[in-house]
């Protein structure tokens, strides 16, 4: 139930000051240049997210926040996507498909790609690793560089569709009971509209697919899984659950789903052991604004990497023994990726904060916040080395872990609260 009640209008202070900050990024031009202020005003933003969001009463969700909700994600549909430059790969990659080659074959800096160079390849990072990513983001490459080759077109696609995360959250706390901060919390924070209408990464479109299967009923929401699955492949963590739940409808929408990522991925199956080799390099060599990599590398050298995919992977499989609620896992399985991989960009941290919001676990939000002072990074950059400041990491996970175990007292605390004392 949406509510407009002039009684809201004091509430809105904290929400005009994050439309401020958004319009004072828009103000600074290219991210980069001016990082270090960027980051400020991001961080005042997600406070005053926060405060807005866990300041909310009753179960109404105020017209209000819908209305900020698409006004700060056309603000930063405005700015440059220069906090990122994968949009960049995005339209190349498509450019390449649109020629009729493969860009599992072709890395942006092969000969044979020498013809198709123009300003998106300039813009283009890592130009000598070949594509990574799942047959129905190549898809997606493809149209909308047909559609226009230019950044705008997938800031549109991304904001858009996490604007529709907004509406399924929303839809959530209907449904299951989400409290409705959660829905607000994720409407207002910077990193989401950053992430989606700012850099117009594939997260947007892929965690929409997944609070969309969420909500949905078994045999379609492993469709709807698998669909973004075929954008980013985390979603398909989601079959676990839903399989266990409902075994035949949800092994007959994962398989239509596995039908399409299978005709969406005969363009590119002539590249045969070349498919891996883009994986291969991210994998074995990039590391950024990890916590415990860095640590166990330390100590045990070269097989760090491996040995916290097995953590990783047993981790999972714990969970998926543990908790029957698709949220729930899925959060347990983004918590492994976020603590063991090399590699966790700001947008990495969206696929804890979402099934977090659909939980009702406020704890998250820190992790959203914090994980925005990583870009101090770019400041600077490139006339000074890429350096990470090592202590952003120590505000960012301990931070988390100490929410995390507060909220977990707190929550059986209530728990035995409820039981009543034991006779």
Same mark, same amino acid.
């Given at each position: 139930?949406?509510?407009?009640?002039?009684?809201?209008?004091?509430?809105?202070?904290?929400?005009?000051?994050?439309?401020?900050?958004?319009?004072?990024?828009?103000?600074?031009?290219?991210?980069?240049?001016?990082?270090?202020?960027?980051?400020?005003?991001?961080?005042?933003?997600?406070?005053?997210?926060?405060?807005?969001?866990?300041?909310?009463?009753?179960?109404?969700?105020?017209?209000?926040?819908?209305?900020?909700?698409?006004?700060?994600?056309?603000?930063?549909?405005?700015?440059?996507?220069?906090?990122?430059?994968?949009?960049?790969?995005?339209?190349?990659?498509?450019?390449?498909?649109?020629?009729?080659?493969?860009?599992?074959?072709?890395?942006?800096?092969?000969?044979?790609?020498?013809?198709?160079?123009?300003?998106?390849?300039?813009?283009?990072?890592?130009?000598?690793?070949?594509?990574?990513?799942?047959?129905?983001?190549?898809?997606?490459?493809?149209?909308?560089?047909?559609?226009?080759?230019?950044?705008?077109?997938?800031?549109?696609?991304?904001?858009?569709?996490?604007?529709?995360?907004?509406?399924?959250?929303?839809?959530?706390?209907?449904?299951?009971?989400?409290?409705?901060?959660?829905?607000?919390?994720?409407?207002?924070?910077?990193?989401?509209?950053?992430?989606?209408?700012?850099?117009?990464?594939?997260?947007?479109?892929?965690?929409?697919?997944?609070?969309?299967? +969420?909500? &949905?009923? @078994?045999?379609?929401?492993? *469709?709807? $899984? =698998? %669909?973004?699955?075929? #954008?980013? /492949?985390?979603?398909?963590?989601?079959?676990?659950?839903? +399989?266990? &739940?409902? @075994?035949?409808?949800?092994? *007959?929408? $994962? =398989? %239509?789903?596995?039908? #399409?990522? /299978?005709?969406?991925?005969?363009?590119?199956?002539?590249?045969?052991?070349?498919?891996?080799?883009?994986?291969?390099?991210?994998?074995?060599?990039?590391?950024?604004?990890?916590?415990?990599?860095?640590?166990?590398?330390?100590?045990?050298?070269?097989?760090?990497?491996?040995?916290?995919?097995?953590?990783?992977?047993?981790?999972?499989?714990?969970?998926?023994?543990?908790?029957?609620?698709?949220?729930?896992?899925?959060?347990?399985?983004?918590?492994?990726?976020?603590?063991?991989?090399?590699?966790?960009?700001?947008?990495?941290?969206?696929?804890?904060?979402?099934?977090?919001?659909?939980?009702?676990?406020?704890?998250?939000?820190?992790?959203?916040?914090?994980?925005?002072?990583?870009?101090?990074?770019?400041?600077?950059?490139?006339?000074?080395?890429?350096?990470?400041?090592?202590?952003?990491?120590?505000?960012?996970?301990?931070?988390?872990?100490?929410?995390?175990?507060?909220?977990?007292?707190?929550?059986?605390?209530?728990?035995?609260?409820?039981?009543?004392?034991?006779?």
């Amino acid at each position: 139930m949406l509510s407009w009640h002039v009684k809201a209008l004091p509430g809105l202070a904290p929400m005009l000051g994050a439309l401020l900050c958004a319009g004072g990024l828009l103000c600074l031009g290219p991210l980069r240049s001016s990082a270090t202020l960027a980051v400020v005003l991001l961080i005042l933003w997600a406070a005053l997210a926060c405060w807005t969001a866990f300041r909310q009463r009753g179960h109404a969700l105020s017209g209000w926040v819908l209305v900020l909700a698409l006004v700060l994600r056309l603000l930063l549909l405005a700015s440059q996507a220069s906090f990122s430059d994968d949009v960049w790969r995005y339209l190349w990659e498509g450019r390449v498909q649109l020629a009729g080659l493969d860009p599992f074959m072709f890395a942006p800096d092969a000969r044979e790609l020498i013809p198709l160079q123009n300003e998106t390849w300039d813009q283009v990072n890592h130009k000598s690793v070949s594509t990574i990513y799942p047959p129905g983001a190549l898809f997606l490459f493809r149209v909308l560089a047909a559609i226009s080759e230019h950044p705008i077109s997938w800031k549109l696609l991304s904001g858009g569709a996490d604007l529709g995360t907004v509406l399924m959250l929303w839809r959530c706390s209907r449904t299951r009971g989400t409290p409705v901060w959660a829905v607000v919390l994720y409407a207002l924070h910077p990193l989401p509209i950053l992430e989606s209408a700012g850099s117009g990464h594939l997260e947007g479109l892929a965690l929409f697919f997944c609070v969309w299967a +969420l909500g &949905a009923k @078994p045999g379609f929401g492993s *469709l709807t $899984a =698998g %669909l973004g699955a075929s #954008i980013k /492949l985390l979603p398909a963590a989601l079959w676990i659950p839903q +399989l266990r &739940a409902a @075994p035949a409808r949800s092994a *007959l929408g $994962a =398989g %239509l789903a596995l039908l #399409i990522g /299978l005709a969406l991925s005969t363009p590119f199956l002539s590249a045969g052991s070349m498919l891996t080799r883009g994986f291969g390099t991210y994998y074995e060599a990039w590391a950024f604004n990890a916590w415990l990599f860095p640590m166990v590398e330390a100590i045990i050298g070269e097989p760090t990497r491996l040995v916290l995919t097995c953590v990783g992977a047993a981790w999972c499989a714990i969970a998926a023994w543990r908790f029957r609620d698709p949220a729930a896992f899925l959060l347990a399985v983004s918590v492994a990726l976020l603590f063991l991989s090399p590699v966790v960009h700001p947008w990495y941290v969206l696929w804890a904060f979402v099934p977090a919001m659909v939980l009702g676990r406020w704890e998250w939000a820190l992790l959203a916040s914090t994980s925005l002072l990583s870009y101090l990074v770019l400041a600077g950059y490139p006339e000074t080395p890429w350096s990470e400041p090592k202590w952003v990491v120590w505000i960012e996970y301990p931070t988390v872990i100490l929410a995390c175990v507060w909220a977990w007292t707190l929550r059986r605390s209530a728990r035995r609260s409820e039981v009543g004392p034991t006779p």
